[in-house]
Protein backbone atom coordinates (compact mmCIF):
# COMPACT_ATOMS: atom_id res chain seq x y z
CA UNK A 1 0.00 0.00 0.00
CA UNK A 2 2.14 2.90 1.09
CA UNK A 3 5.74 3.76 1.37
CA UNK A 4 7.69 6.99 0.06
CA UNK A 5 11.10 7.68 -1.70
CA UNK A 6 12.44 11.20 -1.08
CA UNK A 7 13.23 13.65 -3.80
CA UNK A 8 16.59 13.55 -2.86
CA UNK A 9 17.04 9.98 -3.08
CA UNK A 10 15.57 9.84 -6.27
CA UNK A 11 17.82 12.67 -7.74
CA UNK A 12 20.27 10.78 -6.37
CA UNK A 13 19.75 7.53 -8.31
CA UNK A 14 18.35 9.28 -11.63
CA UNK A 15 22.06 8.49 -12.56
CA UNK A 16 21.67 5.03 -11.94
CA UNK A 17 18.34 4.77 -13.79
CA UNK A 18 19.73 6.44 -17.19
CA UNK A 19 22.87 3.86 -17.42
CA UNK A 20 22.64 2.24 -20.54
CA UNK A 21 19.85 4.91 -21.73
CA UNK A 22 19.37 3.14 -25.07
CA UNK A 23 17.34 0.43 -23.05
CA UNK A 24 15.06 2.54 -21.60
CA UNK A 25 11.63 3.39 -22.99
CA UNK A 26 9.31 6.10 -21.66
CA UNK A 27 6.01 5.15 -23.23
CA UNK A 28 1.91 6.00 -22.99
CA UNK A 29 -0.83 3.72 -24.01
CA UNK A 30 -4.59 4.59 -24.45
CA UNK A 31 -6.96 2.17 -22.66
CA UNK A 32 -10.85 2.96 -21.24
CA UNK A 33 -10.41 6.53 -21.77
CA UNK A 34 -7.42 7.52 -20.03
CA UNK A 35 -3.69 7.78 -21.28
CA UNK A 36 -1.64 5.56 -19.45
CA UNK A 37 1.92 5.44 -18.79
CA UNK A 38 5.21 2.55 -18.23
CA UNK A 39 8.43 2.59 -17.94
CA UNK A 40 10.03 -0.32 -19.97
CA UNK A 41 13.94 -1.53 -19.71
CA UNK A 42 15.07 -4.04 -22.48
CA UNK A 43 17.88 -5.58 -21.90
CA UNK A 44 21.28 -6.20 -23.49
CA UNK A 45 20.52 -9.00 -24.65
CA UNK A 46 16.98 -7.84 -26.78
CA UNK A 47 17.21 -7.81 -30.35
CA UNK A 48 14.30 -8.15 -32.99
CA UNK A 49 13.55 -11.67 -33.60
CA UNK A 50 14.04 -13.06 -30.37
CA UNK A 51 11.10 -13.95 -28.00
CA UNK A 52 11.66 -12.54 -24.09
CA UNK A 53 10.09 -12.79 -20.76
CA UNK A 54 8.34 -9.87 -19.16
CA UNK A 55 7.98 -8.84 -15.98
CA UNK A 56 5.72 -6.25 -14.24
CA UNK A 57 6.63 -4.65 -11.55
CA UNK A 58 3.92 -2.62 -9.56
CA UNK A 59 4.49 0.36 -7.51
CA UNK A 60 2.36 0.55 -4.12
CA UNK A 61 -0.19 3.12 -2.97
CA UNK A 62 0.80 6.31 -3.02
CA UNK A 63 4.11 6.07 -5.04
CA UNK A 64 4.55 5.24 -8.70
CA UNK A 65 6.86 3.72 -11.39
CA UNK A 66 10.22 5.64 -11.08
CA UNK A 67 9.90 4.89 -7.51
CA UNK A 68 9.34 1.03 -7.65
CA UNK A 69 12.11 1.58 -10.48
CA UNK A 70 14.89 2.83 -8.25
CA UNK A 71 13.86 0.67 -4.99
CA UNK A 72 13.55 -2.51 -5.71
CA UNK A 73 16.26 -2.61 -8.75
CA UNK A 74 14.79 -5.08 -10.36
CA UNK A 75 16.79 -3.56 -13.60
CA UNK A 76 19.99 -5.03 -12.64
CA UNK A 77 18.23 -8.57 -12.74
CA UNK A 78 16.57 -8.01 -16.02
CA UNK A 79 19.84 -6.97 -17.09
CA UNK A 80 22.11 -10.00 -16.32
CA UNK A 81 19.36 -12.09 -16.89
CA UNK A 82 17.97 -11.28 -20.15
CA UNK A 83 14.47 -10.45 -19.27
CA UNK A 84 12.26 -7.22 -20.09
CA UNK A 85 10.88 -5.53 -17.48
CA UNK A 86 8.21 -3.13 -17.37
CA UNK A 87 7.34 -0.43 -14.65
CA UNK A 88 3.57 0.39 -15.34
CA UNK A 89 2.11 3.72 -13.14
CA UNK A 90 -1.45 3.64 -11.96
CA UNK A 91 -3.81 6.44 -11.64
CA UNK A 92 -3.63 9.66 -9.45
CA UNK A 93 -4.88 9.64 -6.20
CA UNK A 94 -7.61 11.99 -6.28
CA UNK A 95 -7.02 14.66 -3.57
CA UNK A 96 -3.51 13.69 -2.42
CA UNK A 97 0.17 12.15 -3.71
CA UNK A 98 0.96 9.22 -5.85
CA UNK A 99 -0.63 6.53 -7.49
CA UNK A 100 -2.64 3.72 -6.91
CA UNK A 101 -4.32 0.57 -8.22
CA UNK A 102 -7.56 -0.95 -7.90
CA UNK A 103 -7.61 -4.43 -6.08
CA UNK A 104 -11.24 -3.41 -4.80
CA UNK A 105 -10.50 -1.91 -1.90
CA UNK A 106 -13.45 -1.53 0.44
CA UNK A 107 -14.93 1.61 -0.03
CA UNK A 108 -12.66 2.84 -2.65
CA UNK A 109 -15.26 3.97 -5.26
CA UNK A 110 -12.04 3.14 -7.42
CA UNK A 111 -13.86 1.62 -11.37
CA UNK A 112 -10.31 2.34 -13.39
CA UNK A 113 -9.49 -0.82 -15.61
CA UNK A 114 -5.76 -1.46 -14.14
CA UNK A 115 -5.87 -5.38 -14.95
CA UNK A 116 -7.42 -4.63 -18.67
CA UNK A 117 -4.73 -1.56 -18.99
CA UNK A 118 -1.72 -4.11 -17.77
CA UNK A 119 -3.55 -6.93 -19.86
CA UNK A 120 -3.19 -4.33 -23.08
CA UNK A 121 0.25 -3.67 -22.71
CA UNK A 122 0.75 -7.66 -22.61
CA UNK A 123 -0.53 -7.31 -26.48
CA UNK A 124 1.16 -3.82 -26.92
CA UNK A 125 4.59 -5.22 -26.09
CA UNK A 126 4.13 -8.31 -28.25
CA UNK A 127 3.46 -6.23 -31.14
CA UNK A 128 6.51 -4.04 -30.54
CA UNK A 129 9.19 -6.15 -29.32
CA UNK A 130 8.14 -9.64 -29.91
CA UNK A 131 7.56 -10.28 -25.83
CA UNK A 132 7.15 -14.61 -25.29
CA UNK A 133 3.33 -14.76 -24.31
CA UNK A 134 4.08 -17.90 -22.30
CA UNK A 135 6.60 -16.21 -20.19
CA UNK A 136 4.58 -13.01 -18.58
CA UNK A 137 4.90 -12.30 -14.71
CA UNK A 138 3.30 -10.22 -12.45
CA UNK A 139 5.26 -9.25 -8.95
CA UNK A 140 4.70 -6.03 -6.63
CA UNK A 141 4.85 -4.07 -3.52
CA UNK A 142 2.20 -3.44 -1.34
CA UNK A 143 -0.71 -2.39 -3.72
CA UNK A 144 1.42 -3.94 -6.71
CA UNK A 145 1.25 -6.88 -4.65
CA UNK A 146 -2.79 -7.01 -4.62
CA UNK A 147 -2.40 -6.05 -8.33
CA UNK A 148 -0.51 -8.80 -9.08
CA UNK A 149 -3.41 -11.61 -7.12
CA UNK A 150 -5.22 -9.41 -9.17
CA UNK A 151 -4.04 -10.27 -12.93
CA UNK A 152 -3.44 -13.99 -11.71
CA UNK A 153 -7.76 -14.26 -10.72
CA UNK A 154 -8.19 -12.19 -13.92
CA UNK A 155 -5.99 -13.07 -16.50
CA UNK A 156 -4.68 -16.71 -15.37
CA UNK A 157 -4.98 -17.08 -19.51
CA UNK A 158 -1.85 -14.50 -19.88
CA UNK A 159 0.22 -14.56 -16.35
CA UNK A 160 2.62 -17.20 -15.82
CA UNK A 161 3.16 -16.72 -11.76
CA UNK A 162 2.91 -13.86 -9.50
CA UNK A 163 4.80 -12.76 -6.49
CA UNK A 164 3.57 -10.16 -4.19
CA UNK A 165 5.38 -8.67 -1.77
CA UNK A 166 4.00 -7.03 1.46
CA UNK A 167 0.77 -7.22 -0.42
CA UNK A 168 -2.12 -9.23 -0.14
CA UNK A 169 -5.77 -9.92 -1.43
CA UNK A 170 -8.93 -8.31 -0.56
CA UNK A 171 -11.78 -10.86 0.88
CA UNK A 172 -14.18 -10.24 -2.16
CA UNK A 173 -11.15 -11.10 -4.88
CA UNK A 174 -10.51 -14.27 -2.67
CA UNK A 175 -14.40 -14.66 -2.32
CA UNK A 176 -14.46 -14.56 -6.30
CA UNK A 177 -11.33 -16.06 -7.61
CA UNK A 178 -11.27 -18.90 -9.96
CA UNK A 179 -8.27 -19.26 -11.81
CA UNK A 180 -9.08 -22.18 -13.64
CA UNK A 181 -5.81 -23.59 -13.40
CA UNK A 182 -2.92 -24.27 -11.33
CA UNK A 183 -0.80 -20.63 -11.06
CA UNK A 184 2.77 -20.56 -9.40
CA UNK A 185 2.83 -18.00 -6.57
CA UNK A 186 5.31 -16.17 -4.46
CA UNK A 187 4.19 -14.32 -1.06
CA UNK A 188 6.91 -12.60 0.96
CA UNK A 189 5.97 -10.56 3.83
CA UNK A 190 6.74 -9.57 7.81
CA UNK A 191 5.18 -9.98 11.13
CA UNK A 192 5.66 -6.84 11.99
CA UNK A 193 4.02 -5.28 8.38
CA UNK A 194 2.46 -1.62 10.21
CA UNK A 195 0.83 -1.18 6.65
CA UNK A 196 -0.85 -4.36 5.61
CA UNK A 197 -1.67 -6.36 9.13
CA UNK A 198 0.21 -9.66 8.25
CA UNK A 199 -2.99 -11.37 10.72
CA UNK A 200 -4.78 -9.63 8.30
CA UNK A 201 -8.24 -6.60 9.12
CA UNK A 202 -11.55 -6.15 7.87
CA UNK A 203 -10.29 -4.88 4.04
CA UNK A 204 -7.46 -7.04 3.65
CA UNK A 205 -6.89 -10.92 4.38
CA UNK A 206 -4.33 -12.55 6.64
CA UNK A 207 -1.27 -13.72 4.38
CA UNK A 208 -1.05 -17.34 6.37
CA UNK A 209 -5.14 -17.41 4.61
CA UNK A 210 -3.81 -16.10 1.17
CA UNK A 211 -0.47 -18.92 0.88
CA UNK A 212 -3.14 -21.07 1.92
CA UNK A 213 -5.90 -20.66 -0.85
CA UNK A 214 -3.17 -20.71 -3.50
CA UNK A 215 -1.87 -24.57 -2.00
CA UNK A 216 -5.51 -25.79 -2.04
CA UNK A 217 -6.27 -24.40 -5.38
CA UNK A 218 -2.71 -25.62 -6.92
CA UNK A 219 -3.44 -28.63 -5.16
CA UNK A 220 -0.38 -29.10 -3.28
CA UNK A 221 0.88 -32.02 -1.11
CA UNK A 222 -0.12 -31.11 2.08
CA UNK A 223 2.30 -29.62 4.63
CA UNK A 224 5.12 -26.98 3.22
CA UNK A 225 9.18 -27.48 3.62
CA UNK A 226 10.53 -25.26 5.95
CA UNK A 227 13.95 -23.87 5.21
CA UNK A 228 15.81 -21.27 7.56
CA UNK A 229 17.17 -18.41 5.39
CA UNK A 230 21.15 -17.71 6.85
CA UNK A 231 20.97 -14.75 8.82
CA UNK A 232 23.92 -13.26 7.40
CA UNK A 233 23.24 -9.57 8.17
CA UNK A 234 22.46 -10.18 12.09
CA UNK A 235 21.86 -6.40 12.33
CA UNK A 236 18.50 -5.91 10.40
CA UNK A 237 16.88 -6.94 13.52
CA UNK A 238 14.86 -9.60 11.31
CA UNK A 239 15.20 -13.49 10.27
CA UNK A 240 13.30 -15.25 7.47
CA UNK A 241 11.92 -18.76 6.70
CA UNK A 242 10.92 -20.20 3.47
CA UNK A 243 7.63 -22.24 2.83
CA UNK A 244 7.77 -24.21 -0.07
CA UNK A 245 4.94 -26.13 -1.14
CA UNK A 246 4.90 -28.37 -3.83
CA UNK A 247 3.87 -31.66 -5.63
CA UNK A 248 1.08 -28.35 -7.30
CA UNK A 249 -0.92 -29.39 -10.56
CA UNK A 250 0.74 -28.86 -13.31
CA UNK A 251 4.19 -28.80 -11.87
CA UNK A 252 3.73 -25.46 -10.40
CA UNK A 253 4.54 -24.51 -6.38
CA UNK A 254 3.95 -21.99 -3.86
CA UNK A 255 6.79 -20.13 -2.03
CA UNK A 256 6.07 -18.09 0.98
CA UNK A 257 9.09 -15.78 2.71
CA UNK A 258 7.93 -15.09 6.08
CA UNK A 259 10.12 -12.56 7.71
CA UNK A 260 9.79 -12.58 11.40
CA UNK A 261 10.00 -9.21 12.91
CA UNK A 262 10.01 -7.85 9.03
CA UNK A 263 8.51 -4.90 8.01
CA UNK A 264 6.71 -3.59 5.26
CA UNK A 265 9.74 -3.23 3.09
CA UNK A 266 11.34 -5.12 -0.16
CA UNK A 267 14.29 -7.49 0.82
CA UNK A 268 17.49 -5.79 0.15
CA UNK A 269 15.72 -2.82 -1.22
CA UNK A 270 18.19 -0.19 -2.06
CA UNK A 271 17.23 2.34 0.91
CA UNK A 272 15.64 1.73 4.57
CA UNK A 273 12.14 3.06 4.61
CA UNK A 274 11.51 5.63 6.93
CA UNK A 275 8.36 4.53 9.50
CA UNK A 276 8.21 0.98 7.69
CA UNK A 277 10.21 -0.97 9.85
CA UNK A 278 12.93 -3.72 9.63
CA UNK A 279 14.24 -4.58 6.22
CA UNK A 280 15.18 -7.99 6.10
CA UNK A 281 18.74 -8.33 4.27
CA UNK A 282 19.86 -11.71 4.16
CA UNK A 283 18.15 -12.16 0.38
CA UNK A 284 17.18 -10.09 -2.06
CA UNK A 285 13.83 -10.00 -3.32
CA UNK A 286 14.29 -8.97 -6.91
CA UNK A 287 16.57 -12.15 -7.49
CA UNK A 288 14.68 -14.53 -5.51
CA UNK A 289 11.78 -13.66 -7.21
CA UNK A 290 13.36 -13.90 -10.60
CA UNK A 291 14.62 -16.94 -9.86
CA UNK A 292 11.28 -18.31 -9.39
CA UNK A 293 9.63 -17.01 -11.83
CA UNK A 294 12.30 -18.43 -14.44
CA UNK A 295 10.56 -21.81 -13.40
CA UNK A 296 7.32 -21.42 -15.23
CA UNK A 297 5.34 -20.40 -18.30
CA UNK A 298 2.03 -20.85 -19.32
CA UNK A 299 1.08 -24.20 -20.60
CA UNK A 300 0.43 -25.43 -24.19
CA UNK A 301 -3.54 -25.63 -23.47
CA UNK A 302 -3.60 -22.17 -22.32
CA UNK A 303 -4.40 -19.51 -25.38
CA UNK A 304 -2.39 -16.36 -24.56
CA UNK A 305 -3.10 -14.04 -27.65
CA UNK A 306 -5.89 -11.84 -27.32
CA UNK A 307 -7.57 -12.27 -31.02
CA UNK A 308 -8.74 -8.51 -30.63
CA UNK A 309 -10.74 -7.56 -33.73
CA UNK A 310 -8.73 -10.26 -35.90
CA UNK A 311 -12.25 -12.89 -35.26
CA UNK A 312 -16.16 -12.06 -36.28
CA UNK A 313 -17.86 -12.65 -32.68
CA UNK A 314 -21.91 -11.76 -32.35
CA UNK A 315 -23.44 -11.75 -29.25
CA UNK A 316 -26.98 -11.81 -29.59
CA UNK A 317 -28.97 -10.36 -28.57
CA UNK A 318 -27.38 -7.43 -26.65
CA UNK A 319 -28.98 -6.29 -24.59
CA UNK A 320 -30.66 -9.31 -23.20
CA UNK A 321 -32.53 -10.89 -20.47
CA UNK A 322 -31.81 -14.61 -21.02
CA UNK A 323 -30.13 -16.53 -23.36
CA UNK A 324 -27.34 -15.61 -25.74
CA UNK A 325 -26.42 -16.57 -28.39
CA UNK A 326 -22.26 -16.78 -29.45
CA UNK A 327 -21.75 -16.76 -32.62
CA UNK A 328 -17.62 -16.53 -34.01
CA UNK A 329 -15.90 -17.06 -37.25
CA UNK A 330 -13.33 -20.16 -37.64
CA UNK A 331 -12.51 -20.44 -34.07
CA UNK A 332 -13.86 -23.04 -31.35
CA UNK A 333 -15.04 -21.18 -27.47
CA UNK A 334 -13.46 -23.75 -24.97
CA UNK A 335 -14.89 -21.80 -22.23
CA UNK A 336 -16.53 -18.87 -21.08
CA UNK A 337 -16.60 -15.97 -17.92
CA UNK A 338 -18.74 -13.33 -17.35
CA UNK A 339 -17.16 -10.65 -15.28
CA UNK A 340 -19.04 -7.19 -13.80
CA UNK A 341 -17.16 -4.17 -14.31
CA UNK A 342 -15.33 -4.45 -10.98
CA UNK A 343 -13.60 -7.46 -12.26
CA UNK A 344 -15.49 -9.97 -10.14
CA UNK A 345 -16.15 -13.37 -12.06
CA UNK A 346 -19.79 -14.24 -11.87
CA UNK A 347 -19.89 -17.15 -13.64
CA UNK A 348 -18.36 -19.40 -15.69
CA UNK A 349 -18.68 -22.35 -18.07
CA UNK A 350 -16.72 -24.87 -20.23
CA UNK A 351 -17.52 -26.71 -23.54
CA UNK A 352 -16.45 -29.35 -25.43
CA UNK A 353 -18.30 -29.99 -28.39
CA UNK A 354 -17.03 -28.93 -32.07
CA UNK A 355 -19.62 -25.87 -32.97
CA UNK A 356 -19.59 -22.41 -34.20
CA UNK A 357 -22.86 -21.04 -32.51
CA UNK A 358 -23.14 -21.34 -28.54
CA UNK A 359 -25.66 -20.34 -26.26
CA UNK A 360 -25.06 -18.77 -22.74
CA UNK A 361 -28.11 -17.87 -19.92
CA UNK A 362 -27.43 -14.53 -18.05
CA UNK A 363 -30.88 -14.71 -16.81
CA UNK A 364 -30.09 -14.99 -13.31
CA UNK A 365 -27.49 -11.81 -13.41
CA UNK A 366 -28.65 -8.54 -12.33
CA UNK A 367 -29.62 -5.54 -14.90
CA UNK A 368 -26.45 -4.14 -15.42
CA UNK A 369 -23.14 -4.12 -18.45
CA UNK A 370 -20.91 -6.66 -17.88
CA UNK A 371 -17.98 -8.50 -19.84
CA UNK A 372 -18.05 -11.68 -21.36
CA UNK A 373 -14.09 -13.09 -21.68
CA UNK A 374 -14.24 -16.33 -24.02
CA UNK A 375 -11.18 -18.76 -24.66
CA UNK A 376 -10.71 -20.29 -27.90
CA UNK A 377 -8.70 -22.92 -29.79
CA UNK A 378 -6.81 -19.64 -31.24
CA UNK A 379 -6.46 -16.80 -28.58
CA UNK A 380 -9.07 -14.53 -26.34
CA UNK A 381 -12.30 -12.78 -27.28
CA UNK A 382 -13.84 -10.29 -24.89
CA UNK A 383 -17.07 -8.05 -25.75
CA UNK A 384 -19.40 -6.20 -23.39
CA UNK A 385 -23.03 -7.17 -23.04
CA UNK A 386 -26.04 -5.56 -20.97
CA UNK A 387 -28.32 -7.37 -18.90
CA UNK A 388 -32.20 -5.64 -19.23
Not at 228 to 237: L, S, Y
Request: proline residues 5%.
Amino acid sequence: MEYRCTIIILLGLFSTLMTNAQQNVIGTIEHDGLTRDYRLRLPPQYEEGVSLPLVFNLHGNTSNAIQQEAYTNFNVVADAEGFIVCHPDGTDIPGGTGKTWNVNFPGSGNTTDDAGFLNALIDEFHAEYGIDLTRVYSTGMSNGGYMSYKMACDYPNRIAAIASVTGSMVPLEVANCDPMRAMPVMQIHGTNDPVVPYGGAAWTTDVETVVEWWVSNNNCMDGPAVTDIPDTNTGDGCTAELYEYTGCDESTRVEFYKITNGGHTWPNGLIDLPGSGNTNRDFTASEVIWEFFSQFQLPASVPTTDLGNEVELTLAPNPSNGIVRMDVDEVRIQSVSVYNLLGEQLLTKNWEQESLSYRLDISHLSPGTYMVQMGTDKGILTEKIVKY
